[in-house]
């Protein structure tokens, strides 16, 4: 396992400084060049080239956040997911080489908050690994100035304060990213939001190249809540469905 460190020689710190980023993906070229631009970011960089190694890695230096690619030597990253998150809750960034979106449902489904398809560029790496951790500040700022009351939709309940997600009272486990997704369509429920929309607010992204990661966050959060729940407005996007009144 690589490891390197960012140094701060004083001078003035930038956005992503004294942020932990565990790198893991076994193609070498491709993790320097990760490591490279993250560093630039101003983010601490650890790299792991196989399963284990990161596993190992992610209990030791308790990232602040994973660029987790899907295959890798020793096991894979679901693997590598599952095992990190049952330690403790990390935003996940997956990386994988198929545009396969059984992949990417089944990343959604062990944990990962987003993912890139690859061949992806640095610039939007970057922008995503910096937009997941803004989302985990708000979520910490949202704990202690929680908003007031919990939201019910008919047989669905949405807890800001604790961020919790019931269905028939029963509780349903959400990603940080499904559950801001969630929230979002909840705020003005029965209006159609765009995918653009939905990832400018809950991403902060506005290319529409994201546009998928979009779809396939709604699906898993279908899977979750039921899928009658959310409506697709073809060619638009999205809309959360209630209760007639």
Same mark, same amino acid.
């Given at each position: 396992?690589?490891?390197?460190?960012?140094?701060?020689?004083?001078v003035a710190?930038?956005p992503?400084a004294?942020?932990?980023v565990?790198?893991? *993906?076994?193609d070498?070229?491709?993790v !320097?060049?990760i490591?490279?631009?993250l560093?630039?970011?101003g983010?601490l960089?650890q790299t792991?080239l !196989?399963?284990?190694?990161?596993?190992?890695?992610a209990?030791?230096?308790q990232?602040? =956040?994973?660029?987790?690619?899907v295959?890798?030597p020793?096991?894979d990253?679901?693997?590598?997911?599952r %095992?990190?998150?049952?330690?403790r809750?990390?935003p996940?960034?997956m990386? &994988?080489a %198929?545009?396969?979106e059984?992949d990417?449902l089944?990343?959604?489904?062990?944990?990962?908050?987003d993912?890139? @398809?690859?061949?992806?560029?640095m610039?939007?790496?970057?922008?995503?690994v910096?937009?997941?951790?803004r %989302?985990? *500040?708000?979520?910490a700022l949202?704990?202690v100035t929680p908003r007031?009351?919990?939201?019910?939709?008919?047989e669905l309940?949405i807890d800001?304060?604790?961020?919790r997600v019931?269905?028939r009272?029963?509780d349903?486990?959400?990603?940080? @990213?499904?559950f801001?997704?969630?929230?979002?369509?909840a705020? &003005?429920p029965?209006a159609v =939001?765009?995918r653009?929309?939905l990832l400018?607010?809950?991403w902060d992204?506005?290319?529409?190249s994201? &546009?998928r990661t979009v779809d396939s966050?709604i699906k898993a959060?279908r899977?979750?809540?039921?899928?009658?729940?959310?409506r697709?407005?073809h060619g638009?996007g999205?809309a959360?469905?209630?209760?007639?009144?």
């Amino acid at each position: 396992m690589e490891q390197t460190h960012t140094t701060h020689n004083g001078v003035a710190a930038t956005p992503g400084a004294q942020r932990r980023v565990l790198v893991v *993906e076994d193609d070498a070229t491709i993790v !320097d060049a990760i490591a490279a631009r993250l560093r630039a970011e101003g983010f601490l960089v650890q790299t792991a080239l !196989d399963g284990p190694a990161a596993v190992d890695a992610a209990e030791a230096w308790q990232p602040d =956040l994973m660029v987790l690619d899907v295959m890798l030597p020793g096991f894979d990253g679901l693997e590598v997911c599952r %095992r990190v998150q049952a330690q403790r809750p990390v935003p996940v960034l997956m990386l &994988t080489a %198929r545009d396969d979106e059984t992949d990417m449902l089944v990343g959604l489904g062990v944990g990962a908050d987003d993912y890139m @398809t690859k061949p992806f560029s640095m610039r939007e790496l970057a922008a995503r690994v910096h937009v997941l951790l803004r %989302r985990v *500040e708000r979520a910490a700022l949202a704990a202690v100035t929680p908003r007031s009351g919990i939201l019910r939709l008919g047989e669905l309940e949405i807890d800001h304060a604790q961020r919790r997600v019931r269905v028939r009272a029963e509780d349903v486990h959400l990603t940080p @990213t499904e559950f801001d997704l969630l929230v979002c369509l909840a705020n &003005t429920p029965r209006a159609v =939001l765009s995918r653009e929309q939905l990832l400018a607010e809950v991403w902060d992204w506005a290319d529409a190249s994201g &546009t998928r990661t979009v779809d396939s966050h709604i699906k898993a959060l279908r899977r979750k809540i039921g899928a009658e729940r959310i409506r697709t407005v073809h060619g638009v996007g999205y809309a959360l469905e209630t209760p007639a009144p």
